[in-house]
Each structure stands twice: as C-alpha cells, then as structure tokens.
C-alpha cells in the first residue's frame, strides 16, 4: 500500500467519516434515505458487514468498499462467499489506482479468511469489476435484478 493512505477496518458503522462517505455514494447514485440512523443501525445488527475505509495523508476520505460474507447452501454444497455490497472512490481520487487497491485488499482478506469467491451486483461499473477478473453469473439472480459477477480467487 502507498504510505499515504490508510486503510481502516470498520465493523461499526457509527463511523462518523464511514457515514458522510455512504452518504456522498447515496446521493451520486441519486439515492433518498429517509431513515439514516436506521440504516446505520441495520448494518450493525445485521452483525457481519465489514468494510475498509480508505484514508489520505490530510485525513481526508477517499473511498470504501464494504463486505459481507454469504453462504450459499444446497442439499449437497455449502459455500461461503464475500458479498461485495457497497464501494466507492471519492470523484476527485478516481482513476489513480485506488478503487483497485481497495478491492485487492478486500480479495486478500476473503482468502485469508478461507472465503474464495467474491459475488456483488453491479449496474454502474460492469467494465470496472470485468477488468478485474469478475464474470458475469448469467444463472444467478439477485433480488435487486442487476447483474451479478462472480470472481473465482483462488
Ligand atoms: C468503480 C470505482 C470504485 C473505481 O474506482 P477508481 O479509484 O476510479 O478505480 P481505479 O483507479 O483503480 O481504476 C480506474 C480504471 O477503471 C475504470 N473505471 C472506473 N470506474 C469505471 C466504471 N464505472 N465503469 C468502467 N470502467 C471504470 C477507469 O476508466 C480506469 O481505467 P483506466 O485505468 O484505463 O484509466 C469508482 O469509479 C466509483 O466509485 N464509481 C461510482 C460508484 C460505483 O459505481 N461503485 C460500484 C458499485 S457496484
């Protein structure tokens, strides 16, 4: 990681500069939340969400990605994957690296935590994640109807 920045492990979403980081993201995907402390709430109780913050040399935010593991189960399978829920890089810091960096973090993490296939949806940034060694899942559906990309890690 570049020395300038920090990258923070957040599993409390109570996180001041956590918060006015999903907000910006909320409102440039035109997003309302009526309830923010709700959500904020939400994403505690749920128990297992976990997201890096990224941090600049002022202390300024640049971005996030936040995780969750998922399992799926079957009469005969069972496997954990790392649900890639949110993420995004500050406008002004885009195009330098750290959305990137950010997302190899978060795959060198699921490894070490045995979890070898990270899901997400995305309508925003399929070329982004396709980049990055993420397939389109054509048989899996999401409940929100985006298109979901499965990477395979190792
Ligand atoms: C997607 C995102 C996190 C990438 O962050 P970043 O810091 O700009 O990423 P990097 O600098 O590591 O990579 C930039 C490269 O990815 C490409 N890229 C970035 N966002 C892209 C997108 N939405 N679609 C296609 N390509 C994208 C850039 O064109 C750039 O390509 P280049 O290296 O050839 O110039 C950032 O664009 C973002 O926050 N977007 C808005 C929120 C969003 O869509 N999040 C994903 C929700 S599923």
């Not at 009526?34 to 941090?55: F, H, I, P, Q, S």
């Not at 002004?92 to 978060?106: F, N």
């Not at 995305?122 to 298109?147: I, L, Q, S």
Request: glycine share 10%; with cysteine; aromatic share 14%.
């Amino acid at each position: 990681m570049d020395e300038k920045y920090t990258d923070a492990l957040i599993r409390d979403f109570s996180d001041a500069r956590f918060q006015a980081a999903f907000r910006r993201y909320f409102t440039e995907l035109g997003l309302t939340v009526r309830d923010w402390d709700g959500l904020w709430r939400e994403m505690n109780a749920e128990g297992d969400n976990t997201a890096y913050l990224r941090t600049g040399p002022d202390g300024e935010t640049v971005g996030f990605l936040q995780f969750r593991p998922i399992q799926f189960t079957s009469w005969f399978f069972e496997e954990t994957c790392a649900f890639i829920r949110e993420f995004w890089v500050a406008p002004e810091a885009r195009g330098r690296g750290h959305g990137s960096a950010l997302l190899a973090l978060a795959e060198a993490r699921f490894l070490e935590s045995g979890i070898h296939t990270a899901i997400l949806t995305t309508d925003t940034a399929a070329d982004f994640y396709a980049r990055h060694g993420y397939v389109r899942d054509a048989g899996c559906r999401a409940k929100n109807g985006d298109d979901v990309y499965v990477k395979r890690l190792g």
